[in-house]
């Protein structure tokens, strides 16, 4: 057993009574301190590198990295961290105490029983249970704690081996198919062009994984209804192809299945008697959200699908893919049977999910630059008819097993508009460019304002814009002119309900924040009130018809998943009991606004919120004081809510040139354990 010198406690103490010091102020939570004790309690001999790191560590976690990168930590803390000044000496105060190079750190944390060895010494420790893991490379080496290196370990092995197993195709009438799934109204077949949608198609018959990415409009859906075409067409017994649509919300995933529906349908139109294609998609599952498709457990982190109780599918395709954080793809890649195919769909340029990890980006990492290798550029042209750009195979020294299974939409039938020029360019950080399409434009489909006070959203969201009419007052107008008939009339009703609801999701504010004067809190009682000035909202008590809410929290039961939206309006009943409607697809249900505890408002709502949704009109608002938030990823997400309009506000000037220019990067180890052996 370790000796405990005096000296080791008492500077282990000074270290941890500055920790929770920093707690107080604010720079760190009290969970990153509390953590940093709970180690010398377990280790009292630990060193005080292992505490820091360990505060550090859980901070990172936090902010949704799924590691520590040693090497930032030892020679940029300051940057790394962005604490305020102030902070900043303290920091500089404390690091004049710890070890000055990487190697000490490294031999530091390597002392203590609490760190599992793994990817950075020759003499790796053995699993012993350790909260912590000291993984990576000698000169990258990144820390984990025990639960995220295990979700990373456990994904990449699964990937892995689902890319390189490879699955029988009879290329021959893989290529028939592929012809006619892909010629177009006219009888034309594209095979002289780059079609990266029948692409995808091609690889996806290959291997038990496959990652579609691609921004708004690209036809991701669309892609993936071919698919679902091909493989039903080219299946041995097509009539027993269990298929399983998924999304991590509500929303995502009835817009799934209605994209699913609309293609498979177009699609049956033309092919006729060549497949039936209507009785398959009729023998399609209702999309569902990942936690109900996993069968989450109340007040656990555990599901009823899992490795050893696995789901009954053999094609899984999943969109909305960025918004799956690391625990929850660990989770679903070991529910998912070896031989079923796995499908990602999303847009490797949004923001990644709230919790820790950016899967679909370190996924994604080649999909810009293709890197296929020679079987691939083989199979393409032999299979699919495609004959791959050399920009696209220039990277084969490097080819991944993924990167064969990776392929990126590149053209949008959206992106060629004003919204999706100003997309592109946010994308790219070409801050003149975006400048330039504000200042430009004469359509009104964009308009950017600088205003110090909130009150700038409140009249957009109560009168709209010139060119921009889309706002809450269309949805209340409807509400309030409900007809006679409405009242009693179950489907009269159901008619004006879709209508409200509809109305409501033409317009929506995007927030960066909850609180403060531009965050969602305050602007979502700003709005409410002003409605009510302008006679439209008559906000009596908790609950009063028109109030639009959020559910915040799962429950299978009501039916209902964190992150629905719906609005409270009075009941068929001829009373004036209110019930919260949802419109899922084009289905309607609703709740008893008594069984729903776990809302809020929802007139502003975060970017983040909003993923997996799209309106007419949408208002993006930038706050002072948010400067860590406001990255390029989450302009770009908020521009491509809009379809039709899109309204910037800023709380002073520079907030989006300021935003456009940082990146959004998240620590993961994720790529390094993709590429290693």
């Known amino acids: 057993m370790k000796q405990i010198t005096t000296h080791t406690a008492g500077t282990n103490l000074v270290t941890l009574d500055a920790l929770h010091r920093w707690a107080e102020e604010g720079w760190l939570r009290r969970l990153d301190s509390a953590m940093a004790s709970f180690m010398q309690e377990l280790d009292p001999s630990a060193s005080v590198a292992l505490l820091v790191s360990t505060a550090m560590l859980v901070q990172m976690e936090g902010r949704g990295h799924t590691c520590l990168p040693l090497r930032l930590l030892v020679t940029q803390p300051d940057e790394m961290l962005a604490w305020p000044p102030a902070a ?6 404390l690091w004049r105490t710890l070890p000055t190079t990487l190697e000490e750190w490294i031999r530091d944390l390597s002392a203590s029983h609490l760190v599992r060895i793994t990817g950075v010494d020759e003499n790796e420790d053995h699993d012993h249970g350790q909260p912590l893991v000291l993984s990576g490379t000698p000169a990258e080496p990144l820390l984990y704690l025990r639960r995220y290196w295990l979700h990373e370990y456990k994904v990449a092995q699964q990937i892995k081996t689902r890319t390189t197993t490879s699955q029988h195709v009879d290329e021959s009438l893989a290529r028939e198919w592929l012809a006619r799934l892909f010629t ?23 291997s038990g994984l496959t990652v579609i990415t691609g921004g708004p409009g690209t036809g991701k859906t669309y892609t993936a209804a071919r698919l679902l075409a091909l493989l039903f067409a080219m299946h041995a017994d097509p009539q027993r192809l ?29 092919l006729g008697d060549e497949l039936d294609l209507e009785a398959f998609t009729k023998r399609i599952g209702a999309a569902k959200t990942l936690h109900s498709l996993l069968g989450a457990r109340p007040d656990t982190r555990h599901f009823i699908f899992n490795a050893n109780h696995q789901l009954d599918v053999d094609i899984l395709i999943v969109d909305e ?44 990492r080649d999909a810009l630059y293709g890197c296929y290798d020679a079987e691939t550029v083989r199979y393409a042209r032999d299979v699919a008819g495609l004959t791959l750009p050399a920009a696209f195979t220039s990277g084969i020294a490097a080819a991944t097993a993924l990167a064969q299974q990776t392929v990126m939409l590149r053209e949008s039938r959206r992106f060629g508009g004003l919204i999706g020029q100003l997309a592109l360019a946010v994308n790219a950080s ?20 600088c205003s110090p006070t909130n009150k700038i959203v409140l009249d957009l969201a109560v009168r709209g814009r010139e060119g921009a009419s889309a706002c809450y007052a269309d ?26 609801l509809t109305a409501f999701e033409r317009f929506r504010i995007l927030c960066v924040v909850h609180e403060g004067e531009w965050g969602t809190q305050e602007l979502n009682r700003g709005v409410q009130q002003a409605l009510a000035n302008a006679g439209l909202l008559n906000p009596n008590g908790e609950w009063f018809a028109g109030r639009a809410i959020m559910v915040t929290r799962n429950d299978a039961q009501l039916g209902v998943s964190n992150g629905d939206v719906g609005v409270a309006l009075p009941a068929p009943d001829g009373n004036s009991t209110l019930r919260v409607y949802f419109l899922v697809g084009d289905k309607l249900r609703s709740v008893g606004v008594s069984r729903l505890p776990h809302v809020e408002t929802a007139f ?73 052996n």
């Open 88 to 93: 900043q000496q303290e920091l500089a105060a």
């Open 184 to 206: 177009d109204a006219a009888g034309t077949d594209k095979a002289d062009q780059m079609d990266w949608q029948k692409m995808a198609c091609a690889v996806a018959l290959r």
């Open 242 to 270: 269990r298929v399983g649509l998924a999304a991590p919300t509500g929303k995502a995933a009835a817009r799934l299945r209605q994209s699913i529906d609309f293609s498979l349908q177009d699609l049956n139109k033309r």
């Open 321 to 364: 893919a960025s918004m799956i954080h690391l625990e929850m793809m660990s989770a679903l890649l070991q529910a998912l049977p070896a031989g079923a195919k796995l499908i990602l769909l999303g847009d490797k340029d949004q923001l990644a999910s709230v919790e820790a990890g950016a899967v679909l980006g370190d996924l994604c």
């Open 430 to 449: 070409n801050t003149e460019r975006v400048a330039s399409l504000f200042e430009n434009d004469t359509s009104s489909v964009l308009h950017a304002s």
């Open 475 to 500: 949805y209340l107008r409807l509400m309030n002119a409900r007809p006679p008939e409405a009242k009693t009339d179950a489907d009269s009703h159901a008619i004006w309900a879709k209508s409200v």
């Open 604 to 676: 502003a709502m975060t970017v983040h919120k909003c993923q997996g949704s799209e309106f007419l009109h949408t208002a993006l608002v930038l706050p002072q004081g948010g400067a860590k938030l406001m990255t390029r990823e989450l302009v770009y997400t908020g521009i491509t809510r809009a379809s039709a309009n899109f309204t910037l506000i800023e709380a002073q000037a520079g907030l989006l040139h300021a935003a456009i220019t940082q990146q959004s990067l998240r620590a993961s180890g994720l790529g390094l354990q993709l590429s290693s």
